[in-house]
């Protein structure tokens, strides 16, 4: 079993989009959290620790993430997915562009 944190901000939208896409998937479990404190499900270390590769959709949610929790990623693949929030959730569009990138970057 194959386990992917998805991090947007909020994750009202596109992490939560990426966890309904993948949770669909054989061997994959996904969860979608978010770097604002008034997150859905923000961001802890428990998920980090769970996690086998951490998904980020910007830079900045990867320098948040790296910075709070620097020695729990030591083991980890942390990936910018570099998908701006333009995006309602379960848009289309979106859930094309999870699919393609992800797949080229994670071996599903």
């Known amino acids: 079993m194959k386990r992917l944190l998805f991090v947007c901000s909020e994750n009202r939208l596109r992490s939560p989009t990426a966890e309904a896409v993948f949770s669909e998937y054989d061997g994959i479990e ?11 499900t923000p961001v802890s270390g428990d998920l ?3 996690a086998d590769v951490i998904l980020v959709m910007e830079k900045m949610h990867r320098n948040k993430v790296s910075k709070k929790y620097k020695d729990l990623l ?19 569009e979106l859930i094309r562009i999870l699919k ?5 970057l994670v071996n599903l």
Do not use: C, F, H, Q
Not at 74 to 92: A, E, Q
Not at 100 to 104: G, L, P, Q
């Open 30 to 40: 996904a969860i979608g959290a978010g770097t604002n404190s008034d997150a859905e």
């Open 48 to 50: 980090i620790e769970w």
């Open 74 to 92: 030591k083991t980890k693949r942390l990936i910018v997915l570099d998908i701006p929030d333009n995006y309602d959730r379960m848009d289309p």
């Open 100 to 104: 393609t990138k992800v797949s080229r």
